[in-house]
């Protein structure tokens, strides 16, 4: 399995909700990442997860909360957030020692 | 923050020609990678260019890199239609364990 799965494909949500974001994968990468990507720009890392334990925080505001469940899983809680945030969120993986990251489909978030 | 600078920004062609990106940096890198995102999608990577590599083939895709002039260029030979996309270049810093994209060339190719 070659695949990073993202879910939901689409969320709509109001300011004052609390919703998660999804990513799996199954290919033993040790290295998980979440990505934010506005329209015509290029992904800017928000987190980077390596052996379950998070390794980077691009000072990312705290109403995005990521969590590790497991090797395979990884999550990104939001709560209040702002029109703003409205945007493709990516998730990626890579093993440990190389850098290549596959990257799952996104989910397009809309804050109204 | 994102040290990479691709132009053009935008690049249409027709079908059959080739096409040309190019991509500058600013630091010191081990590699450099690029990726294909088709219309709001997730990325997908084409090929990845060592700092000791001077060029680079796969397939219909050819990479050079210049790390004295801090710079790369990905050619895309006989292009197709399906070649339509977002093209970002990423560099893999010394000493960092994250990549840093380029702004994006955004391909059409024109039936």
């Known amino acids: 399995d070659t695949e990073v799965t993202q879910t939901p494909k689409h969320l709509v949500m109001g300011m004052t909700n609390k919703k998660s974001l999804k990513c799996e994968q199954h290919m033993g990468h040790r290295a998980m990442y979440w990505y934010k990507q506005k329209a015509k720009k290029p992904p800017e890392l928000m987190f980077v997860?390596?052996?379950?334990?998070?390794?980077i925080n691009e000072s990312v505001p705290s109403r995005f909360s990521p969590e590790c469940p497991n090797s395979s899983l990884l999550n990104l809680h939001l709560h209040a957030l702002q029109p703003e945030d409205s945007a493709l969120y990516l998730c990626?993986?890579?093993?440990?020692?190389?850098?290549?990251?596959?990257f799952g489909p996104g989910t397009r978030l809309t804050v109204l | 923050s994102q040290q990479g600078e691709e132009d053009p920004q935008a690049l249409s062609i027709q079908e059959g020609e080739n096409a040309t990106m190019n991509c500058s940096y600013k630091t010191s890198i081990n590699n450099l990678q690029w990726y294909r995102q088709n219309s709001g999608r997730g990325l997908v990577h084409l090929i990845l260019?060592?700092?000791?590599?001077r060029e680079k083939h796969s397939g219909r895709l050819r990479v050079t890199l210049d790390t004295s002039k801090k710079s790369s260029s990905l050619l895309i030979t006989a292009s197709r239609a399906a070649d339509t996309a977002s093209y970002f270049c990423a560099t893999d810093e010394e000493g960092a364990q994250k990549l840093v994209f380029g702004q994006g060339t955004r391909l059409t190719i024109n039936p």
């Open positions: 997860y390596s052996y379950e334990k998070l390794s």
């Open positions: 990626a993986s890579s093993q440990d020692s190389l850098p290549e990251q596959f």
């Open positions: 260019i060592r700092s000791n590599e």
